[in-house]
């Protein structure tokens, strides 16, 4: 008597399997592509990259070592360098500055003075930084063009203890505006899932493409 081929041996049901994961999973990449391109991002990525003193755990000011600028004691020296990114795929432009109202950041020590601000890349013009007339603590950066992977890097010369940089201000129009730190947290996430969602269908259309392959034989 002849018995109809279990549904795991069918070819026909093993072929539609695979082509049916296959245009699932180019559906998701293209629609998440797509997404992507009709809904570009600003996007304004800072970080403290040194705050340092000048001075090592053991040694103290003293007269036979001591800091001064423009003839003026430093009694607790600190460089600290903050770093601006536009992370983002579209120029963030100084109309996007909500009232005209500046970037400020709280260093969380005296500044002493602004020692530089440079940009990269080639090309691109470094903002106007300056200590805030409100505060000697707190820094801030006037509406400027900060085009698509332009980076901003400031170098500030402190008086006091280390405290962590805070951004206190950030007044940008549809520009989102996080801690580089915790931004590569959160990017980092997102690249493993989308690794293991690419990965996990990769493996699935080699397993099953093999399975149809020796029932094929």
């Not at 049916?20 to 180019?26: I, S």
């Not at 040194?50 to 053991?58: I, M, Q, R, T, Y």
């Not at 106007?128 to 890097?153: E, G, H, T």
């Not at 201000?169 to 915790?182: F, I, K, Y």
């Amino acid at each position: 008597m002849w018995m109809a081929a279990p549904w795991y041996e069918s070819s026909s049901f093993w072929q539609f399997v695979i082509t049916t994961l296959v245009a699932v999973a180019v559906g998701a990449l293209g629609a998440f592509a797509t997404m992507r391109a009709s809904n570009p991002k600003r996007r304004l990525d800072y970080a403290a990259l040194v705050n340092a003193s000048l001075f090592a755990a053991s040694h103290r000011q003293s007269s036979d070592l001591a800091v001064t600028y423009t003839g003026t004691p430093v009694g607790r020296p600190r460089i600290i360098e903050l770093v601006l990114a536009n992370a983002g795929r579209r120029d963030i432009t100084a109309a996007q500055f909500h009232g005209g109202d500046p970037i400020k950041y709280d260093l969380g020590a005296e500044v002493v003075a602004v020692l530089e601000v440079s940009s990269s890349p080639p090309g691109t013009v470094a903002p106007n930084v300056a200590v805030a007339p409100s505060s000697r603590q707190v820094i801030q950066i006037p509406p400027s063009l900060l085009v698509r992977k332009q980076r901003v890097r400031v170098t500030v010369l402190v008086d006091g203890p280390r405290a962590d940089v805070e951004c206190l201000a950030a007044p940008l129009v549809d520009v989102t505006v996080r801690d580089a730190g915790e931004a590569g947290v959160a990017r980092d996430r997102m690249r493993g899932f989308v690794v293991g969602v690419a990965s996990t269908v990769a493996l699935m259309g080699m397993l099953l493409n093999g399975i149809w392959g020796l029932l094929r034989k």
